[in-house]
């Protein structure tokens, strides 16, 4: 989904903070939301739009003609669902568009993955390569030559420098900097505020200035 696919219906799933900025940006794309589908929220409503009910309602969606469907939970504890949920909809036959707030700026040799979310005023530089199902968060600067693996997430305000590599399923914390050339291995996760001058193992949590592991 990009600029010629306005008009085009999305469902999205999960009704918190992170969802809220989803369907701003969705909104901002020219798209028309149907609704969210939330299992555990209380509420009928989220920005206006109807809360459609839970998991059970993903093939009764599909069946009325809305294709596209879009993950907006976010979080370390959510990470593995995150990763199940992508497969389960690309199981049944969704698409996952890559969702884009035109606030943010994003070379055009930049690589996004399907799923993927690049959020307001963030930076892709050139010849990055983000994979499927990644959230690269508001203000965020992924330089170039970066490789974010799949599921990754880089949060608000996080400086990734030139030939950075995220490992499948990290995060990289809020207001976080990871010098260039250095390579997190996947799941690893690099608390907010830390600079990180060394290779991080995978598995592990890295903290402090210069950042170092906190356990394994």
Do not use: W
């Not at 903070?17 to 794309?29: L, N, P, R, Y």
């Not at 799923?115 to 892709?124: E, F, K, N, Q």
């Not at 508001?138 to 997430?153: F, K, L």
């Amino acid at each position: 989904m990009n600029a010629k696919n306005k008009n085009e219906r999305v469902v999205i799933i999960g009704a918190g903070g992170h969802a809220k900025v989803v369907a701003e940006i969705f909104e901002d794309m020219g798209c028309e939301i149907v609704g969210f589908l939330d299992e555990h929220s209380a509420l009928e409503t989220h920005l206006g739009y109807k809360i459609l009910g839970g998991d059970d309602m993903y093939a009764e969606l599909l069946k009325s003609g809305v294709s596209n469907a879009f993950i907006g939970f976010a979080g370390f504890n959510t990470m593995q669902r995150r990763i199940e949920l992508f497969r389960r909809l690309k199981s049944i036959g969704y698409k996952l568009p890559v969702c884009i707030h035109s606030s943010a700026v994003v070379s055009p040799r930049a690589e996004i993955g399907e799923g993927s979310c690049i959020m307001p005023r963030a930076l892709v530089n050139s010849c990055s390569k983000i994979a499927e199902n990644c959230i690269i968060n508001s203000g965020s600067i992924v330089e170039h030559d970066a490789v974010i693996e799949a599921h990754s997430h880089i949060c608000p305000g996080a400086v990734l420098a030139g030939g950075v590599t995220v490992g499948r399923a990290s995060v990289v914390g809020a207001g976080a900097t990871v010098i260039q050339g250095i390579r997190l291995g996947e799941n690893s996760f690099v608390a907010a505020g830390a600079t990180v001058i060394r290779d991080v193992a995978a598995g592990t949590t890295v903290a402090g200035v210069p950042a170092k592991p906190i356990n394994r």
